[in-house]
């Protein structure tokens, strides 16, 4: 029967897929997130081809006068720095290190605390006492300040920026899997496992870890801001990488040359436009991921 098998060749869509696709064309907002997401992805992926110049080149005005403070033009599109560098080129480049530190920490962050709060939730007793007690102690220490004094302590660098965040936000993370795994464990379909002579690990990591993925991966984006934000602050007050170029070093250059007495505009707003941006994009893709995942949350 033709109708029959034109039927059968029709692409039928996952239930999710489905759900998502329409999701995505009713939420403005989290479809914003994630256009931002991919143009800085795109724009850290070809910063070779992007950007107009090398940006640690120093550039000159004829033999010997460096290029300083030059105004946007078609040949630097923001201009050049005091040192006589472009600032488009910084611009695109400090792309790079802004998504480097910024998934690496989100990725540590989902990994360490969903491990914990699955090992707190499920195993209780003295294991949920410990890592409890020690998530209570980590929130209790000031965030930048403590990033500092670790850079301070040992070398400065995106290492020790990503380990740093990753020590710093990962209670967040364990308490709200925990509760979750509080919940689940007393489910039946987790008894039955038990029951037919599944091993604690198996219970853990097969049957639970799943169902909290999606939870996990909400504060995943939303420390994906954070790091970057916390980069960007460890660079502008001098205890990022030096050899990097990155968003905060910009900000910290811009300042210690005056920038904003000199009206040098083009040189200090985009670098900042571009961390609030970012900033504001993990949070708008964790708010649209939010009401995906929980649609029974509401507004």
């Known amino acids: ?10 692409p039928v869509l996952p239930g999710f897929v489905r759900a998502t696709l329409g999701f995505l064309r009713s939420q403005p907002f989290a479809i914003a997130g994630l256009a931002i997401y991919l143009l800085f992805i795109v724009m850290a992926i070809f910063a070779d081809q992007i950007a107009t110049h090398d940006p640690r080149e120093i550039l000159f005005r004829g033999a010997y006068r460096v290029a300083r403070y030059l105004p946007p033009s078609a040949t630097h599109y ?23 530190v910024g998934v690496t920490a989100a990725f540590f962050v989902v990994v360490i605390g969903t491990l914990l709060g699955l090992l707190s939730g499920y195993l209780g007793g003295w294991v ?10 980590i929130l209790g220490l000031p965030f930048l300040p403590f990033v500092l004094v670790i ?7 995106t290492t020790t920026l990503v380990a740093s965040v990753a020590l710093m936000l990962w209670p967040n993370t364990a ?3 925990r509760s979750q795994v509080l ?23 097969v049957h639970i870890a799943p169902q909290v993925a999606p939870l996990a991966a909400l504060y995943g984006s939303i420390a ?10 460890a660079s502008f007050l001098g205890f990022g990488d030096p050899a990097a170029i990155s968003w905060g070093l910009m900000l910290q250059d811009a300042f210690a040359n005056q920038a904003l007495s000199r009206g040098v505009w083009s040189w200090f ?31």
Not at 1 to 10: D, E, F, I, K
Not at 78 to 100: E, Y
């Open 224 to 233: 994906v801001g954070w790091a970057i934000l916390t980069e960007a602050s």
């Open 269 to 299: 707003v985009p670098p900042g436009i571009c961390i609030v941006l970012l900033v504001l994009a993990g949070f708008l893709v964790s708010r649209g991921s939010e009401k995906l995942l929980f649609p029974k949350l509401g507004d």
């Open 78 to 100: 923001l201009g050049t720095t005091a040192g006589g560098r472009d600032v488009f080129s910084q611009l695109v480049h400090g792309s790079r290190s802004a998504l480097k």
């Open 128 to 137: 949920d006492r410990v890592i409890m007690r020690i998530s209570d102690i």
């Open 1 to 10: 029967m033709p109708g029959a098998s034109a039927v059968a060749r029709r």
């Open 183 to 205: 919940s689940l464990r007393e489910r039946g379909w987790v008894e039955a496992a038990r029951v037919t002579g599944c091993s604690t690990p198996r219970i853990i990591f």
């Open 175 to 177: 308490r709200v899997i």
């Open 151 to 157: 850079s301070a302590l040992t070398r400065p660098g």
